[in-house]
């Protein structure tokens, strides 16, 4: 099987990469040929024991969806974007990455179809943000998508054109509404949910954090792992039983910023609980007030997704997974 997994070199790309290099069965079948694609040059793992090659593509500029879609991969991995605080400060860079370079991708894969049989397995990344207040106590499967950001705009016209073109058998699709994923490893990003990973991976190796919201704001998370998990439970999962609704929010844990901190308190103690310094930024407040904060994942539940129910197995994934199992 060719595996093009688009987005590579990000954190969640990195990881799935890692998996299916470690496990080269891990999607169900034979991995023998992979394609790693980002704006900057991925690596191949050195465990990959079939052919690997890296690129280097944008596919909002012209030419680069349809030079990738000409290699014809059996499964595509599509999780390439910029992350919620960047789309909302730049409003073309959002629309051109997230929805151009999309579009061009599902567009190249109906043209290479034209040309001879084609129709891959599709696995985007969507995001809760597609969801938008006033929200009900629990999102259900049938809640309607109204999102309040441009980023959570982009991701929704995505799922709409995700689910248009499977039903026309242009490719397989499955788009998965990722949670927040915390904790992320690494150094802080442009997402402007990233500080409910800094408060609890910075403490976590001695550092400061800054924590710009009230700790009474509650959002929905899951690991690292658990996204991976996603993704892999995606590519071999018959698809029939999805039917035409091709979009399926993710299973998580709904927490209060709060009972992050107290779950910091248990697993590492205090000591790194003093090290979360309070600084209100308005800007960050007004984006995550309009956020969903808890969902009812049955369909995907049912469909044999799982994820983590506490924070205090999010955190000890994290140090196992990051921090070599201590801390």
Known sequence: MHVMVIGAAGMVGRKLVEAMAADAAAVGAEVDRLTLVDVIEPAVPAAFSGVGTALAADLSEPGEATRLAATRPDLIFHLAAIVSGEAEADFDKG????????????????????????????????????????FPEKIGDEFFTTPLTSYGTQKAICELLLADYSRRGIFDGVGIRLPTICIRPG?????????????????LSGKEAVLPVDESVRHWFASPRSAVGFFLH?????????????????????????EEIEALRRVAGERAVKLIRREPDPVIRRIVSGWATDFDARRARALGFTAETTFDEIIRIHIEDELGGKI
Do not use: C, Q, W
Request: without cysteine; hydrophobic residues 40%; positive net charge.
């Open 95 to 134: 629309y051109r990455v997230n929805l151009d370079g999309t579009r061009a991708l599902f567009e190249a894969i109906r043209h290479e179809g034209l040309r001879a049989p084609y129709s891959p397995r599709m696995i985007f990344a969507s995001s809760i943000a597609v969801f938008g207040e006033p």
């Open 187 to 203: 150094t802080p990003n442009k997402a402007a949910s990233g500080f409910f990973s800094n408060i609890l991976r910075e403490p």
């Open 234 to 258: 995606a590519a071999r999962m018959d698809t029939s039983a999805i039917g035409p609704r091709r979009n399926l929010t993710m299973p998580g844990l709904s927490a209060l910023v709060g």
